[in-house]
């Protein structure tokens, strides 16, 4: 007999009456953004999953460490390994420091995004049906692609249930929203620390 094709991959309906309140609070907002439900300009369905060709990363290059000195990684996170560059000879010892903390930088942002997305992923479901028995054991969106795979947009900071354009764009919206709920909470705390009265200078 003819192998029928698979059904699609879709997001599944949400029960939003079972989500906690946190998750609620987070729902509520995603229904106040934009939808972003369209390909990269230039970019075709087609062309979106299309792996490029994998170059691994040798692991083994000193100057590649996971200790990151100027950022803290929540511990339920996932953690993206950061390939500092050797010092030019022509950098002082500030531009090279400098530059480990960008670099840095670059590498927390995506290891905060894949753990957002794993989030967005589990609330969505989409770990129920993934093919990673991990995420189906734990009840939840827990694994990843490899760290160093750019072979399909957007990279390895979407979880290997985004395997359709549906599904990529949907978990790549939601931590649009998560990442700027955290920065309207950092802004919050901002406008308080400014608006709390200054005690005297000289003052114990």
Same mark, same amino acid.
């Given at each position: 007999? !003819? /192998? /029928?094709? !698979?059904?699609?991959?879709? +997001? !599944? %309906? *949400? @029960?939003? %009456? $079972?989500?906690p309140p946190d998750?609620? =609070?987070?729902?509520?907002?995603? &229904? @106040?953004?934009?939808w972003i439900g369209d390909t990269p300009d230039g970019m075709t369905e &087609?062309?979106?999953? #299309?792996?490029? !060709?994998?170059?691994?990363?040798d692991w083994s290059d000193p100057d590649i460490t996971d200790v990151y000195e100027h950022y803290k990684i929540p511990p339920a996170y996932p953690r993206f390994r950061v390939p500092h560059a050797p010092r030019s000879q022509f950098k002082t010892e500030e531009h090279y420091?400098? @530059?480990? =903390?960008? #670099?840095? $930088?670059?590498?927390?942002?995506l290891s905060i995004s894949l753990g957002a997305a794993q989030q967005a992923a589990s609330l969505l479901g989409l770990h129920k049906d993934c093919k990673r028995s991990a995420c189906r054991r734990a =009840?939840?969106? +827990? $694994? =990843?692609? &490899?760290? @160093?795979?750019? #072979?399909v947009f957007p990279g390895p900071w979407l979880p290997p249930c985004c395997n359709s354009f549906e599904r990529t764009a949907t978990v790549r919206h939601?931590?649009? +929203?998560? *990442?700027e709920q955290h920065n309207e909470g950092v802004r919050d705390v901002e406008r308080t620390d400014e608006a709390m009265p200054r005690a005297p200078k000289g003052s114990a």
């Open positions: 007999m !003819p /192998r /029928r094709n !698979p059904p699609p991959q879709t +997001v !599944p %309906d *949400i @029960d939003f %009456d $079972s989500l998750e609620r =609070r987070w729902m509520d907002k995603l &229904a @106040d953004v934009p &087609a062309e979106f999953f #299309t792996p490029k !060709p994998y170059e691994k990363t420091l400098v @530059d480990r =903390r960008l #670099t840095e $930088s670059y590498y927390f942002t =009840r939840r969106c +827990v $694994s =990843r692609r &490899a760290e @160093d795979d750019w #072979t939601w931590v649009n +929203v998560k *990442i």
